[in-house]
């Protein structure tokens, strides 16, 4: 498994972020609409989080219809639709935008949630620490907390220029798949995955084993952004994160 990838939307406006198949147990992928576009969902097996980036569509589902706009990611938080599997929707673009979409095997079912921005919890991180090099704004759309019943989380992590993310080094048992956009289309960072080092770019993806620790960082001058995701194993649902033993003193500085 290649645990840094920047995969390309084919010609159909898809860009295939990871498969269910693999170690990291989720199909992801980004979808670019054109005004006018339509996009259904619908799966016997899979629970199904929908989640706008940019753009402007129409949700609906079960006789119901949302609008959602967002003018990108680093300005404005997310809209999702989690679908339990069974379940179908439909996405209308009513301007250009973009979506990504998350699904996992799930054998439970569950009515279909809305999230809209105001319910989003968002958590500013490391501003009071280390002079500040690791302040971020942490979103969880959903997780084990709001969502038991889920076998996925998805939230989204705003790292400012010159600082750095998922700090202090951590890991966990369950798999991880960061998806990243820059503010500027040349911005790049660092992806740490273990003793491995990558360069991150706009529109990349880091796929994260269970077990490796994986801080992040921004190059100066770019914001960067990146949807997390990560997958509950059986009966092992992520709820912590275990900090690297090494670097555990930071956290009382």
């Known amino acids: 498994m290649s645990m840094f990838e920047r995969p390309e939307f084919d010609e159909n406006g898809v860009k295939q972020v990871s498969t269910e198949d693999s170690d990291m147990m989720m199909d992801i992928k980004v979808f670019r609409m054109k005004k006018g576009d339509c996009l259904k969902f619908a799966d016997r ?21 949302e609008q959602a706009s967002r ?18 929707a439909e996405v209308i673009a009513e301007a250009d935008s973009e979506i990504i979409v998350q699904k996992t095997g799930n054998e439970r079912e ?6 809209t921005p105001e319910e989003n919890k ?17 979103l969880t759309v959903f997780d084990y907390q709001n969502a038991p019943y889920s076998n996925m989380v998805i939230g989204e992590v705003i790292t400012k220029a010159g600082r750095w993310s998922s700090y202090v080094p ?4 369950q798999p991880e798949v960061y998806y990243f956009k820059f503010e500027k289309p ?4 660092a992806a740490f995955i273990g003793d491995n080092v990558f360069k991150s770019r706009d529109g990349s993806c880091v796929k994260i084993p269970g077990g490796l620790t994986h801080p992040m960082a921004a190059a100066p001058g770019y914001n960067m952004y990146y949807c997390w995701m990560i997958r509950h ?7 912590t994160r275990d900090n690297d033993p090494e ?6 500085e």
């Open 45 to 65: 097996k899979d629970e199904t989080a929908i989640l706008l980036t940019e753009g402007k569509v129409i949700y609906a589902w079960e006789g119901k219809k």
């Open 170 to 173: 951590h890991s966990h048992r």
């Open 247 to 252: 670097h555990v003193w930071l956290l009382n």
């Open 110 to 115: 569950f009515a279909t949630v809305f999230y």
């Open 186 to 189: 040349q911005g790049f960072g």
């Open 71 to 88: 003018k990108n990611v680093f300005e404005e938080p997310p809209y999702c639709l989690h679908l339990s599997r069974g379940k179908s």
């Open 233 to 239: 194993l059986p009966n092992d649902p992520w709820t």
């Open 122 to 138: 968002i958590e500013l991180m490391g501003a009071t620490r280390w002079e500040g090099t690791a302040k971020r704004e942490v």
